[in-house]
């Protein structure tokens, strides 16, 4: 099932459909008289880049360590906090762009309905109200008719005692146009009467640029804009004050966008300088006004047809199905939809926890790049493309800019070190000052295991050898940061800071997943050396002494049971719910591929066709009541991919070859455990 409808309208934020192309992101909510569109931009943060390593850390780390050995807690802490808090404590976070207020009337009801500037409802009664979001078109849809006592227009006034219009409304957000549109079209013509406004706290300056644009322009923080301007048939077009005023239209199109100064190169290379915000924003204004001049001037139908072709080819490039439950396919499919929608060619940036949906009030630690959380499943085929790559590839150079100094600067060792989240700057400096979290230096481990996940799926060599030197660096900074006791062949990651334990929060034993991470970055760098040619480099050698020091297994994660309501639906849960169907990772050169291995409540039988797996093959699987049905795997003509397989089903493996790009796997398991 790919369409999600409701019959009542989004009350709130929460209850509105969310729209996005990557880069921009919009969610629809509000009765039929009144609508607000929430919107978003991935490159607006609170501020520039500011150098926030305390610059007392490394004169102090050797000191932190001898108060952890002689069990002198508290003054381990009391350092840890002077020394290593960031200055200032906190990095700049995403920020939501305001919203965009639309008031409906009619010809016949003028005036506010009370204090706050919102009209009167137009509507003397709504009938057959529908809402509705197709997956697979990622457009929504909002209809209902209206029944009034009095005709809805001037116009059919005479010899008239009652009308009945049907309303309707489509909202996508555009890849190739890049910008949100709106189309509004009503059943009898001259039906359509609104007013339009940005609402924003933090605004500059509001004001209209021609009849039929607005624009609102903010410089707190990264400076942006959000601008609007409408197309309609019949009727007019107006502005006042700040206001767009469309009265009389058989229908309208309202084209929305929102630009900021981090998409001027120039601005990004000086971020740490200070630069006039009116230039800036004039240069946002400039460039959201082209983009919707060249949008506005184009036919409604095709755009929207060069819409869905655009997302649908991303969309359709895989499918998932699950029998006799509705509910459970439709929730997989959203979790598919909200990740196509915040990760496309236009993204810069790593996904956010809730990517482009931020009603602006969030909690604070929800609202940067949390490295934990990178889902690997983003470097699946209907995601991965060389737009993606060449931004992924340029965010790591920025990020290990700043990593490598953190290393230096805070604890006196060479590599790089990034703490737990980061954000638009790739700032690596502890956040915040919580003595259980803040200071955690594992992020490079995580954003690493990103690197190699993309490798992992496309096995593409030349990016491998493009990043190599990070990777590396994250290891050299573990390699020299843990504690070895050589008596004991004992790895200590110390100091590590976590819940409090005995009489502090520092202790020095083995923490499981830290090593357990530790160990499958190394021995996952070790394979990608071997694989790029660089198997005797004098570092990779230390990498592989260390390893055999840590002397513990690489943790085997399974799916985490997930329940499926559509109001809990978010990208970073497709992962866990197609590895329960499917999972893969490479060991030893060979694609380890796990069938069925911890499938969620409701998610017994079904089928997927084409879905991504690590070695770049694709994989089609049919089961019922938990039993494979039919399964093969297959790769992509003139791609790389990794041929020897391992094949995991029912606690036990099967080993095989891809050969020709094609494999049976009913071929390579026993009849018995098929039946």
């Given at each position: 099932?790919s369409?999600?409808?409701?019959?009542?309208?989004?009350?709130?934020?929460e209850?509105g459909?969310a729209?996005?192309?990557g880069?921009?992101?919009?969610?629809?909510?509000?009765?039929?008289?009144?609508?607000?569109?929430?919107?978003?931009?991935?490159?607006?943060?609170?501020?520039?880049?500011?150098?926030?390593?305390?610059?007392?850390?490394?004169?102090?780390?050797?000191?932190i360590?001898?108060?952890?050995?002689?069990?002198?807690?508290?003054?381990?802490?009391?350092?840890?906090?002077?020394?290593?808090?960031?200055?200032?404590?906190?990095?700049?976070?995403?920020?939501?762009?305001?919203?965009?207020?639309?008031?409906?009337?009619?010809?016949?009801?003028?005036?506010l309905?009370?204090?706050?500037?919102?009209?009167?409802?137009?509507?003397?009664?709504?009938?057959?109200?529908?809402?509705?979001?197709?997956?697979?078109?990622?457009?929504?849809?909002?209809?209902?008719?209206?029944?009034?006592?009095?005709?809805?227009?001037?116009?059919?006034?005479?010899?008239?005692?009652?009308?009945?219009?049907?309303?309707?409304?489509?909202?996508?957000?555009?890849?190739?146009?890049?910008?949100v549109?709106?189309?509004?079209?009503?059943s009898?013509?001259?039906?359509?009467?609104?007013?339009?406004?940005?609402?924003?706290?933090?605004?500059?300056?509001?004001?209209?640029?021609?009849?039929?644009?607005?624009?609102?322009?903010?410089?707190?923080?990264?400076?942006?804009?959000t601008?609007?301007?409408?197309v309609?048939?019949?009727?007019?077009?107006?502005?006042?004050?700040?206001?767009?005023?469309?009265?009389?239209?058989?229908?309208?199109?309202?084209?929305?966008?929102?630009?900021?100064?981090?998409r001027?190169?120039?601005?990004?290379?000086?971020?740490?300088?200070?630069?006039?915000?009116?230039?800036?924003l004039?240069?946002?204004?400039?460039?959201?006004?082209?983009?919707?001049?060249?949008?506005?001037?184009?036919?409604?139908?095709?755009?929207?047809?060069?819409?869905?072709?655009?997302?649908?080819?991303?969309?359709?490039k895989?499918?998932?199905?699950?029998?006799?439950?509705?509910?459970?396919?439709?929730?997989?499919n959203?979790?598919?939809?909200?990740?196509?929608?915040?990760?496309?060619?236009?993204?810069?940036?790593?996904?956010?926890?809730?990517?482009?949906?931020?009603?602006?009030?969030?909690?604070?630690?929800?609202?940067?790049?949390?490295?934990g959380?990178?889902?690997?499943?983003?470097?699946?085929?209907?995601?991965?493309?060389?737009?993606?790559?060449?931004?992924l590839?340029?965010?790591?150079?920025?990020l290990?800019?700043?990593?490598?100094?953190?290393?230096?600067?805070?604890y006196d060792?060479?590599?790089?070190?990034?703490?737990?989240?980061?954000?638009?700057?790739?700032?690596?400096?502890?956040?915040?000052?919580?003595?259980?979290?803040?200071?955690k230096?594992?992020?490079?481990?995580?954003?690493?295991?990103?690197?190699?996940?993309?490798?992992?799926?496309?096995?593409?060599?030349?990016?491998?050898?493009?990043?190599?030197?990070?990777?590396?660096?994250?290891?050299?900074?573990?390699?020299?940061?843990?504690?070895?006791?050589?008596?004991?062949?004992?790895?200590?990651?110390?100091?590590?800071?976590?819940?409090?334990?005995k009489?502090?929060?520092?202790?020095?034993?083995?923490?499981?997943?830290?090593?357990?991470?530790?160990?499958?970055?190394?021995?996952?760098?070790?394979?990608?050396?071997?694989?790029?040619?660089?198997?005797?480099?004098?570092?990779?050698?230390?990498?592989?002494?260390?390893?055999?020091?840590?002397?513990?297994?690489?943790?085997?994660?399974?799916?985490?049971?997930?329940?499926?309501?559509?109001?809990?639906?978010?990208?970073?849960?497709?992962?866990?719910?197609?590895?329960?169907?499917?999972?893969?990772?490479?060991?030893?050169?060979?694609?380890?591929?796990?069938?069925?291995?911890?499938?969620?409540k409701?998610?017994?039988?079904?089928?997927?066709?084409?879905?991504?797996l690590?070695?770049?093959?694709?994989?089609?699987l049919l089961?019922?009541?938990?039993?494979?049905?039919?399964?093969?795997?297959?790769?992509?003509?003139?791609?790389?991919?990794?041929?020897?397989?391992?094949?995991?089903?029912?606690?036990?493996?099967?080993?095989?070859?891809?050969?020709?790009?094609?494999?049976?796997?009913?071929?390579?398991?026993?009849?018995?455990?098929?039946?």
């Open positions: 099932m369409v999600i409808k409701k019959e009542s309208p989004a009350e709130s934020f209850e459909f729209l996005g192309n880069r921009l992101g919009v969610k629809v909510y509000g009765s039929p008289s009144h609508k607000i569109f929430s919107l978003n931009e991935e490159s607006i943060w609170s501020q520039d880049f500011v150098n926030r390593n305390n610059p007392s850390g490394s004169k102090n780390f050797n000191k360590k001898k108060y952890i050995q002689l069990n002198q807690f508290s003054e381990a802490q009391e350092l840890v906090f002077e020394s290593l808090s960031s200055t200032p404590k906190s990095m700049s976070y995403f920020k939501n762009a305001g919203e965009l207020h639309i008031d409906f009337y009619n010809a016949e009801n003028y005036g309905e009370n204090f706050n500037g919102v009209r009167k409802n137009p509507y003397g009664s709504i009938q057959n109200y529908s809402r509705e979001l197709d997956l697979s078109t990622a457009i929504e849809t909002t209809s209902f008719t209206s029944e009034s006592s009095s005709p809805s227009t001037a116009d059919f006034s005479e010899n008239s005692t009652g009308s009945s219009i049907n309303f309707t409304q489509e909202t996508f957000v555009s890849v190739s146009q890049d910008v549109v709106v189309h509004i079209s009503a009898i013509p001259k039906s359509i009467f609104l007013r339009a406004r940005f609402e924003n706290d933090e605004a500059y300056k509001a004001y209209a640029c021609s009849d039929d644009t607005v624009v609102l322009q903010s410089k707190n923080g990264i400076p942006y804009v601008m609007i301007s409408a309609t048939s019949g009727g007019k077009v107006s502005t006042c004050g700040d206001n767009l005023i469309v009265e009389n239209a058989d229908d309208v199109v309202l084209y929305i966008d929102v630009e900021s100064a981090y001027k190169m120039a601005y990004r290379r000086r971020a740490f300088k200070r630069t006039k915000s009116e230039s800036l004039n240069w946002c204004t400039d460039l959201a006004l082209k983009k919707l001049c060249f949008a506005s001037s184009g036919v409604y139908t095709n755009i929207k047809n060069e819409h869905i072709r655009d997302y649908s080819s991303v969309f359709e895989n499918s998932i199905h699950i029998e006799n439950n509705e509910d459970s396919e439709t929730f997989l959203l979790c598919k939809y909200l990740l196509i929608s915040s990760h496309t060619k236009k993204s810069v940036l790593p996904p956010l926890p809730k990517s482009l949906w931020y009603k602006g009030d969030e909690d604070y630690g929800e609202r940067k790049i949390n490295l959380k990178l889902p690997s499943v983003l470097f699946t085929d209907f995601i991965a493309s060389e737009d993606e790559e060449k931004h590839i340029n965010f790591t150079k920025l290990f800019n700043h990593a490598t100094l953190s290393a230096s600067s805070l060792l060479p590599g790089a070190v990034i703490h737990s989240a980061t954000n638009i700057w790739g700032d690596s400096a502890p956040d915040g000052n919580d003595l259980r979290c803040s200071f230096n594992i992020g490079a481990l995580y954003f690493a295991e990103y690197l190699l996940d993309y490798y992992d799926f496309t096995q593409n060599k030349e990016f491998l050898k493009k990043v190599f030197k990070y990777l590396k660096a994250v290891c050299k900074f573990i390699e020299a940061y843990v504690t070895v006791e050589e008596n004991k062949e004992t790895v200590y990651f110390s100091p590590y800071f976590c819940e409090c334990k009489d502090g929060l520092f202790f020095q034993e083995q923490n499981p997943s830290v090593l357990n991470l530790i160990a499958s970055v190394f021995s996952r760098v070790i394979e990608a050396a071997e694989n790029i040619g660089k198997e005797t480099d004098i570092d990779i050698i230390g990498y592989k002494h260390l390893l055999l020091k840590m002397n513990c297994e690489k943790l085997n994660e399974k799916a985490k049971s997930v329940k499926t309501s559509l109001e809990n639906a978010d990208y970073s849960l497709f992962c866990p719910l197609l590895e329960g169907i499917v999972s893969s990772k490479i060991v030893n050169h060979r694609v380890e591929i796990s069938l069925l291995e911890n499938l969620a409701g998610f017994e039988s079904g089928n997927i066709q084409s879905v991504q690590r070695g770049n093959i694709f994989i089609n089961w019922t009541n938990g039993v494979i049905k039919e399964a093969s795997v297959f790769t992509k003509s003139g791609r790389p991919y990794i041929e020897e397989i391992t094949l995991c089903y029912k606690d036990k493996s099967y080993k095989a070859r891809v050969k020709d790009g094609f494999l049976d796997l009913l071929n390579v398991l026993p009849s018995t455990v098929t039946e």
